[in-house]
């Protein structure tokens, strides 16, 4: 029985394919004469075939590698192209000699469709043709049109929109009539974007179709029955009416079935979604519209939405944290002039609960074009939980509570161009609980953070906030003027007049240009030398500054007080004081970083009773190792006017700093300085390795990377020298050039000539004094006897000695000795 249904369907098939190929000529040109009497533009196709098996049990006519040019004069762009184009009919069709298209199939293939800027479309290739007779054996009755793999471009650039979807599988039914057309559609699309004006909408959505609608042919209507679109697995049920005599008219109704806020958010636009379009959530969200009115290029139709949410969560999907039990009430319509200036956007009676605490708030976006906000919140915020929902590039974690009750409204544009004296309001404050952050842009972690922010339009008054910046404590209070417009514009100015004080300031890690967190938390250290100091153009301070301690390299500061102030780059102070280095320090000055790699740091210091070998071990021996901390003793008084520059990594530029220095030295103390232990010729060793002095008093200048010395007595404890002369040059490539004088008592006087040679009586000093010079580096230096000054000296005292005399043979009496000028204890040099 089998081999006899296998035989009757081989034979069947036998002669199925026999008429095939005996009609395909005559078939194949009856196609191509009805086509042409259809298509009024240039078709392009590769190959034209008849076969029985590409859409069996149906005869199908194949078009490959087609190209349709489009209906616009003079234009060789396309209207479609396809590697495949199917037409196909019935077998008996061809027993009977006549052909009756029913269904059409386009494969791997794009359709590109324009309305020009005249209104013109490109589309319009079909033409009727009034000579065709019934009889004639081939025609086009289509029932279903199956679209596989086929791209739309759809541009109509009168109404600025623009559609790119592709049509994935997607098969229609028609049933056409001289007064209506119907049709049911059913299939699959990817939607690439859809732009309508500057908004996009839909973007990368995929979209289950199942539609069906009634076209009127005589009335030019379109009735859609209730239709469900699929989207990202929300159902969309659409109807209404559409019609095209004149203005494309609408009337839809749109109502969401199982959406979600991701769903919701797919129909409105990028620009206002962006941010939030990967969030999910979980409960009940509803959905309803109406879009009612003309669509051309001068109109738009009023659209109205409705949404909410019921009981619902939402939450990232990177993220453990949601917001549950969430109730809102929104809406959005494009206003009485459907365009983006009366367009409003609406959340209402919004609440929630984040980690177990409550929230409410509402929100209002009013005129797309020139937005209007207002906004209120209030609720007790963890701000580890909000962050890990928020999803802040700029912030990496955070922990803690804020407890916010704050309200915005006001128009931006206003706010952007005159922030100052806009109408935007902001009330209401915030309180930090224990908040701790970390921030991209900021090495060092916040932490311990508290305190109460209380916001009046543009300003925000600070009371006891509190906290630490990687090691630095700190406690402010006072007024953030232009807060908002700082925070929310750029080149916008932030001025704080507040009180600062801090326990403890590290500025090795505050002023570290490369930290290493980890480090920095073990250490306190930064990961090296290396800083970098950039002053904000936009930010300006006035403050009351109140430092226990403060640490830089080696430096150790204590009871830090002073008012500082910051005014376009330059940072300034009429009295900064603290205690370091065993004694006080008092300053005032600028600093002026407004060339941001060349800071110039101008001021005049005044350092009191501070330990000498403390200073030079602070400072790093000032870079030399000829004189250092272990070689000197005694307590330093000095007042220093200065001019230092820097770059931004705060290494000197030694070229350009210049000082005056007025410094006094009392008990001091010169241990085991090579130099003084070469002239032991001349002194007792012993007494060399350990000099003494009283006091040491002097004038300093420092220009142009040189020290200038002038001649000074160092009155000490060395019995064959007690006073002690030196004045010289001292560079900062450690080049000396000093010349010394010794009085000499007598003992271990050298056997040179008084007069001639390095000893000469020396009228000051009340007897003879030996003449020294000192010259080379920190390694290599030499000292030698000083011939030159001591001609120098003996023609001096002769032209003296001979004046004098010449004053006795006139009968006038020698001028007295002016008597040696010190200072009185504790008597200083004052700088106004």
Known sequence: MLFYVVAGITAAMGIAFGLVYTYQDKIIELFVDEANKHIKTKVEVGQISLSLFDKFPHVAVSLDQVNVHEGL???????????????TFSLLDVLRGAYSVKEFYMEKGEVYVKVLPDGSVNYEVIASDTTASDDEGFSFDLEKISLSEVALHYIDQQLQQTYEVDARQLVAALAITPETIAIEANGSTSIHTIKIGTGEYFKGKKVELATALRIDRAART?????????????????????????????????????????????LLPQEITRELSQYRSEGEVYFAGTVKGNASSK?????????????????HPDAKQKVEKVNLKGSFTNGEKQIAATSALKLENLSGVLSGRPFKGNLTYRNFNNPNIAFDVQGMLDVGYVLGLAKLEQVRKGSGLADVRIAFSGNLNEFKARPGNSTVSTTGDITLHNVSLTLQDLPLPLSNLSGNFMFKRNDVAVSDFKGKLGESDFVVNGMFKNMMAWLLLDRQRLLVEADFSSHYLNFDQLLSEELNTAEADRTGKGSGDNYKFVVSPNIAFDLSASIDRLRFRRFRGKRMRGEVKLRNQVLSTPNISFSAVGGEFSVRGTLDARTRDHIKVSTAAKLTNMSVDSLFYVFENFHQDFIEERHLRGQLTANIVSDVFLNSQLDPKTNLLQAEIEATVRNGQLVGFAPMQKMSAFVKRSELANMRFAELHNNFWIQQRTIYIPEMDIRSNVSAAPVVSISGTHTFDQRMDYKIKLPLLGSRRPDKDAVFGVVAEDRDAGGSSLFLTLKGNESDFKIAYDNERVRQKVKADLKEEGRELKDLLRGKKPKAKEKEIQLAEDTYFDFD
């Open 73 to 87: 004069p003079e234009s060789t762009e396309s209207l479609a192209r396809a590697d495949k184009l199917y037409f």
């Open 299 to 315: 109109e738009t139709p009023l659209i109205n939405i409705s949404f909410g949410a019921r009981n619902a969560s939402f939450y």
């Open 222 to 266: 379109i009735q859609l029955e209730p239709s469900v679109v699929q989207v990202e697995g929300a159902a969309y049920e659409v109807g209404g009416t559409i019609a095209y005599t004149g203005p494309t008219a609408l009337d839809l109704k749109l109502e969401g079935k199982n959406t979600s806020i991701q769903s919701i958010l797919s």
